[in-house]
Nanobody, 126 residues
């Protein structure tokens, strides 16, 4: 499945952004997959931020975003959303959404990135 992230931008510290993930292609549809959001800052490795199982029943978060970020999905609309509140400069990165290598479940360490497409830039700065 080919995934595309959108919704990034420039925001001041303490602000909010809402990222969306949509899918294209003829393979298994987005609603089949657990979906990860991960980010990659300049000169940094990829870092898993959040994951949601295919049913939406379970979610997982990086410790540093717990209480600030919320991952959700609407399988009828074929969209996965990452609501980001109380943003900090350390959140600055390119954000990507990906399917999980475990299929319908999330990899426990938020590192099961299977397939992803174009990311979206998030810049938190005053």
């Amino acid at each position: 499945v080919q995934l595309q992230a959108s919704g990034g931008g420039l925001v001041q510290p303490g602000g909010s952004l809402r990222l969306s993930c949509t899918a294209s292609g003829v393979s298994l549809p987005l609603e089949y997959w657990a979906i990860n959001w991960f980010r990659q800052g300049p000169g940094l490795e990829r870092e898993g931020v959040a994951c949601i199982t295919s049913s939406g029943a379970e979610t997982y978060y990086l410790d540093s975003v717990k209480g600030r970020f919320t991952i959700s999905r609407d399988n009828a609309k074929k969209t996965v959303t990452l609501q980001m509140n109380s943003l900090k400069p350390d959140d600055t990165a390119v954000y990507y959404c990906s399917s999980d290598i475990l299929g319908t479940f999330c990899s426990p360490k938020l590192n099961g990135f299977a397939s992803w497409g174009q990311g979206t830039q998030v810049t938190v700065s005053s």
